[in-house]
């Protein structure tokens, strides 16, 4: 998926193309290696992931490298990163492997620098949803903090047979995050029963 200008991510494929005013030089982020993703024509930005992800889709869909950039994170540590009219802080999360494969998963943090926001995205959802570990720092981050925003992939509620394994999952990570809000990766509308599942808005952060 990618990210627009002002760090929301949106989802771009051959159909919708016209809707959405890529930037050239933008920022994509790759969550797994397991399909081969829409590069719009004469897009030549930068894509993100951890080093396995990126690795293993390279040697999968041997994607030009004269016109993309690829850019490894380490898992857990944040960089920054400029998008047209915003900068994140961005970090990569290991969510284990994905249930159709062996290939490794990842989902995104974006903590945005003017309103001070977390932001989670996810895709895929692997075998693993302890994003944020006991032993590691950003445990008692999150906790702390919390998460605002919630993206996901809603392709299992729109126009595909219903996997309600993969639904429970989605409940269940969300049931746990406890976000302000979730979101699809469209723009969609989600069922009542995620959004059901968010912290009251009289305790949003400002700026919302």
């Known amino acids: 998926m990618f990210l627009d200008a002002f760090g929301v991510p949106k989802e771009v494929t051959a159909d919708n193309l016209r809707e959405y005013p890529y930037d050239l030089h933008g920022t994509m982020l790759l969550t797994s290696s397991d399909f081969e993703v829409y590069i719009p024509p004469r897009w030549h930005g930068t894509i993100y992931s951890t080093e396995d992800v990126l ?51 990842v ?14 995205i996810t895709k895929e959802l692997g075998n693993e949803l302890n994003f944020f570990p006991h032993s590691h720092h950003y445990h008692l981050r999150i906790i702390d903090e919390g998460i605002d925003i919630v993206y996901v992939d809603d392709k299992i509620y729109h126009g595909t047979p219903s996997i309600n394994y993969q639904h429970q999952r989605v409940y269940n990570m969300v049931s746990k995050l406890q976000p302000f809000q979730v979101m699809s990766l469209s723009g969609r509308t989600l069922p009542d029963v995620l959004r059901n599942l968010c912290r009251k808005q009289q305790n949003y952060k400002k700026n919302n």
């Open 55 to 105: 690795d293993s889709y390279r040697r999968r869909f041997n994607p030009n490298s004269t016109l993309l950039t690829f850019h490894a994170l380490q898992p857990y540590e944040p960089e920054l990163i400029c998008c047209e009219r915003c900068v994140l802080e961005i970090t990569a999360l290991p969510a284990g492997q994905s249930l159709h494969s062996e290939s490794d998963v």
């Open 107 to 120: 989902v995104f943090l974006l903590k945005l620098t003017v309103s001070d926001k977390n932001v989670l």
